[in-house]
């Protein structure tokens, strides 16, 4: 993963996992920041901007497009905005990259936080996906 990452100029990932734990091994919230860290790229885990359970429970049924609506309704909170605030901040002054659980961004809440981040700071949005071990 960091390889993909530094050839694509990542300086920092964002974390939009709301739990961020993880049974793949080297994607748990510390030892990831820690193998990022050595491959000077910057972590920062942003819980708000997670999806809540039921957005969760909408992905795993198939259900998009009740996640979305759930989502949506999410980041009405003042904490989900201030996340976004925070995320777009660190977006504007280098490139970063929204990790969360979902392999397929068109199933995946990050789509949604990349397309508010763009729509403030103007930058473009590339999906990247790490190539598959061998």
């Not at 995320?87 to 979902?102: K, P, R, S, V, Y």
């Amino acid at each position: 993963m960091t390889a993909a990452l530094r050839a694509a100029g990542v300086a920092l990932l964002l974390d939009v996992r709301a739990v961020p734990s993880s049974r793949k091994p080297g994607f748990s919230k510390h030892i990831l920041a820690a193998s990022l860290r050595e491959a000077g790229i910057g972590y920062v885990h942003l819980r708000p901007l997670g999806t809540p359970k039921p957005g969760r429970d909408a992905v795993r049924r198939g259900d998009v497009a009740a996640m979305e609506r759930i989502y949506a309704a999410h980041m009405r909170g003042d904490e989900p905005r201030a996340a976004l605030a925070e995320a777009t901040a660190l977006a504007a002054g280098q490139t970063c990259c929204l990790l969360c659980f979902e392999q397929d961004h068109r199933t995946c809440h990050r789509r949604l936080v990349a397309d508010m981040v763009s729509a403030q700071t103007g930058q473009a949005v590339h999906h990247l996906r790490a190539a598959a071990p061998p």
